[in-house]
């Protein structure tokens, strides 16, 4: 493939029970003028019947899970998808419509086919985000600091990403990276320990445009802090190459 090769990106996104939001989330994302990837994680008949109407046109593929796996499996199924269909980039966009179609475009700036760059969103809160949410992420902020010696990842949780599909599946395939909402911080985490490329971008954040969480408080946060407490032993086995990553980035400098 030569170097200046186009990329062929799509952008997916993972729907579950998001019927008042996903046509909004889809005309904005149709702005970037790339194929729609839907990833139907079990939706209820009201919002799988929306998913119908939308994968009838011919920029739309729709995939279904047998039921709700989790965001995840969701991300999963739609990068294997992807790249079965030829895509060599999939931007990752949330489903329920919290984040600025018109800051979306930066994320596929400058891509070529061989771009191995995580591009991931941090966010920009309006006065919408709940206080509780805003600060709790600085729990997760701290501790994949703590796993990879490094401020390179800004915000992992944030439902915006460009995935080099090729190399996230490689990546999936050896490690996983969980099936729920785990996905959004192990997969970055795993990315920074092999070495690979990582951007962060501004995305401005509403939350949400049909009011609707499917976090799990008891069970998300126990997947949450197995997810945590994994990574923590991994950065432990991997501590002289990361101190030595960390000493010749200062000597760069």
């Known amino acids: 493939m030569p170097h200046d090769a186009p990329a062929r990106p799509c952008v997916l996104i993972p729907v579950y029970n998001h019927a008042a939001a996903i046509e909004w989330t889809c005309e904005g994302a149709r702005r970037l003028g790339v194929p729609l990837l839907l990833v139907d994680d079990g939706s209820d008949h009201e919002c799988a019947t929306v998913l119908d109407a939308l994968a009838e046109a011919a920029d739309v593929t729709l995939i279904r899970l047998p039921g709700n796996r989790g965001k995840g499996a969701a991300v999963k199924a739609g990068l294997r998808e992807a790249e079965r269909l030829g895509f060599t980039h999939a931007l990752q ?3 329920d419509g919290q984040h600025a179609p018109e800051d979306l475009p930066q994320f596929l700036d400058g891509l070529s086919a061989r771009s191995r760059e995580l591009r991931i969103g941090y966010p920009r809160f309006d006065a919408s985000v709940p206080r509780h949410r805003f600060y709790a992420r600085y729990a997760t902020h701290l501790l994949v600091w703590l796993n990879t010696l490094s401020f390179t990842l800004r915000d992992t949780m944030c439902g915006v990403k460009l995935y080099p599909v090729l190399e996230t599946n490689r990546l999936v395939s050896r490690h996983g990276c969980g099936n729920r909402m785990q996905f959004d911080t192990e997969l970055p985490v795993r990315w920074l320990w092999a070495g690979l490329a990582v951007r962060n971008l501004p995305v401005r954040v509403h939350y949400p445009l049909d009011g609707i969480s499917h976090f799990a408080l008891w069970r998300d946060n126990t997947q949450l802090a ?18 030595s990553r ?4 200062r000597k760069n400098q």
């Open 246 to 249: 960390r000493h010749s980035s």
């Open 93 to 95: 966009v949330d489903a």
């Open 226 to 243: 197995m997810m945590h407490a994994r990574l923590f032993f991994g950065m432990l086995r991997r501590l002289p190459r990361l101190l």
